[in-house]
């Protein structure tokens, strides 16, 4: 029966999210094992990363990677955050729908930009401008953490934007009609009510933020060295593999599997949480 | 009086934050279209990367993301269709809904170590399968989610009337329900293949590149994105200048695409 054969494979498919998520998380760990075994817990706080001259055994430390990750999306995140409300309640209440909807559109096409095009551009046109600004050598931490900002503000103004839409009219009205000012409106209204909507949308972009990959790769310097200054080269996770996952042998293969299973877990995390706010609001709304 | 200026204050900020998000946008397209337009000739449509084009690098990267959205295409449909045909209500569907949903946002770089460790390493060497499943793989969630947002604004007085009229659970599916959500899925996977035709560190260790022009997807496989990124780091400037000229297709490629999927979705309404 047709029917039922397309019952069936829509159920397969519908499967396969569970048994990919699954198979990604066992593979990683099956292939980290031998670092795993090496180094254990304590691979998160040492900072060497060195292979034998025979390119067989070596000291792996996932601090650097780890660290660099979390500062630059840190960073990222503070620039990005107020930027990206700012650009939501623009869109929300401040334009006027005729310029409301070519700025939404200009906004998500930005979102759609591929994120290599982020790093190209970063590394040519705006590497030299925060050396002028701030010194360093152009690539470092404080540059990839900008342009990882520029990257992710129109994905979360655009989440933010749609939290904030879901406000009634009614309750909006309600407070002008009280004489509240548009700001008053927005921080004791709009806020409020959205308020999971746009935890969940800056939770989002953290999680995008924590695993982006090229715009990183062209401007945050790739060395393996902790930072003093914060414009100082150093690596991320995302990176680290980018860059040398490919040519490493035996256990620095295993410590880089094992770093792809941190940056997996910790991004798992944070996206469920992101989702589990969401949802736990919506079902309280309806 | 406090208050009015306070709330001048915050709207000129938030004014200004869209300015600079607009600025932004426009100074990327514009050094972007400007250097491409210096670096952009006819001969790199005709030449491979080995003679200093990238015809090859674009071959590979439509074949490997079209090929990429017949196995993510009817896989991610057919789990929307679950998700809200079947299995609408249940625990399990909100379950897959959630574990796709953090699937969309899983790191790509992380789709692609794992596809290495599946497809690569058994084989020892780089392949094309191995780029085109990663890319599915990316490509999957978010086709599952459009279906699924796209199915549930069918109303279900449709599927109602056909059932009124006899049909089994599985032709109301296809010849009611798909027709009347088929525009915005159509949408959907425009910009799913926009998404995918633009990724990079998925591609960096599965079908790594290839200077040549090839249409064997068992051995590295020519891939623009890839490409960009190495060309881009070399020192020389005629790499520099390929590189800025292949990075300005690509983004007419993605922005047309995203392009052509809002103009759609808007005729509709």
């Given at each position: 029966m047709g029917g039922q054969f397309f019952r069936h494979f829509s159920f397969f498919s519908a499967t396969l999210s569970f048994f990919l998520l699954v198979g990604i998380f066992a593979i990683l760990f099956t292939y980290a094992q031998e670092a795993l075994a090496e180094f254990g817990i304590d691979f998160l706080s040492a900072d060497t990363w060195e292979a034998d001259e025979d390119d067989e055994g070596g000291v792996f430390g996932g601090y650097i990677p780890i660290i660099g990750t979390l500062l630059s999306t840190f960073i990222a995140m503070v620039i990005a955050v107020p930027l990206a409300m700012g650009i939501a309640i623009f869109l929300t209440e401040v334009a006027s729908e005729n310029l409301a909807k070519p700025v939404s559109i200009a906004i998500e096409l930005l979102a759609a930009i591929p994120s290599i095009i982020y790093g190209m551009w970063g590394l040519f046109y705006f590497a030299p401008i925060v050396q002028s600004i701030?010194?360093?050598?152009?690539?470092?931490l404080l540059t990839a953490g900008i342009v990882l900002a520029i990257m992710i503000i129109p994905f979360m103004a655009a989440i933010t934007r749609d939290a904030m839409n879901t406000t009634p009219n009614i309750l909006k009205e309600s407070a002008y009609a009280m004489g509240a000012t548009k700001f008053e409106v927005i921080k004791d209204v709009i806020m409020p009510y959205s308020k999971a909507g746009i935890i969940g949308s800056i939770i989002l972009a953290l999680g995008r933020a924590l695993g982006e990959t090229m715009a990183v790769a062209f401007l945050i310097?790739?060395?393996m060295s902790t930072v003093k200054h914060i414009t100082d080269p150093t690596t991320s996770i995302p990176v680290l593999l980018a860059n040398n996952f490919a040519e490493a042998q035996d256990l620095e293969m295993s410590a880089m599997y094992y770093l792809a299973l941190i940056l997996f877990v910790v991004s798992f995390i944070i996206i469920s949480m992101a989702k589990f706010y969401f949802l736990g609001r919506k079902s309280a709304v309806k | 009086m406090n208050r009015l200026v306070l709330n001048k204050i915050i709207l000129t900020l938030s004014t200004l934050s869209a300015l600079i998000g607009i600025t932004f946008l426009f100074w990327i397209l514009a050094t972007l279209t400007y250097k491409g337009i210096m670096s952009i000739s006819w001969a790199i449509f005709v030449n491979d990367l080995v003679n200093g084009g990238i015809r090859n690098l674009l071959a590979g990267q439509f074949v490997m993301a079209i090929l990429a959205s017949f196995i993510a295409v009817p896989v991610g449909m057919m789990a929307g269709i679950y998700l809200r045909e079947?299995?609408?209500?249940?625990k399990l569907a909100s379950i897959i809904r959630n574990l796709s949903d953090v699937m969309m946002s899983a790191p790509s770089i992380v789709i692609g170590v794992f596809v290495y460790a599946l497809l690569v390493d058994p084989f020892g060497s780089y392949n094309g399968y191995a780029g085109i499943v990663a890319l599915a793989i990316m490509m999957i969630p978010i086709i599952i989610s459009t279906t699924d947002n796209m199915l549930s604004l069918v109303p279900t007085e449709l599927r109602e009337a056909g059932m009124a009229l006899g049909g089994s659970k599985h032709k109301i599916i296809v010849q009611i329900v798909i027709k009347a959500a088929k525009v915005g899925i159509l949408t959907g996977i425009l910009l799913s293949f926009a998404r995918i035709i633009g990724e990079t560190a998925p591609l960096l260790f599965t079908s790594a590149n290839n200077q040549f022009f090839t249409m064997d997807l068992s051995g590295q496989f020519p891939s623009l994105t890839v490409s960009i990124y190495n060309l881009a780091t070399y020192p020389d400037e005629a790499s520099r200048e390929l590189a800025w000229a292949a990075a300005f297709i690509l983004t007419i490629i993605v922005l047309c695409i995203n392009l052509v999927g809002r103009f759609l979705i808007r005729n509709k309404k």
């Open positions: 701030f010194g360093g050598n152009g690539v470092g310097g790739s060395v | 079947y299995g609408h209500g249940s």
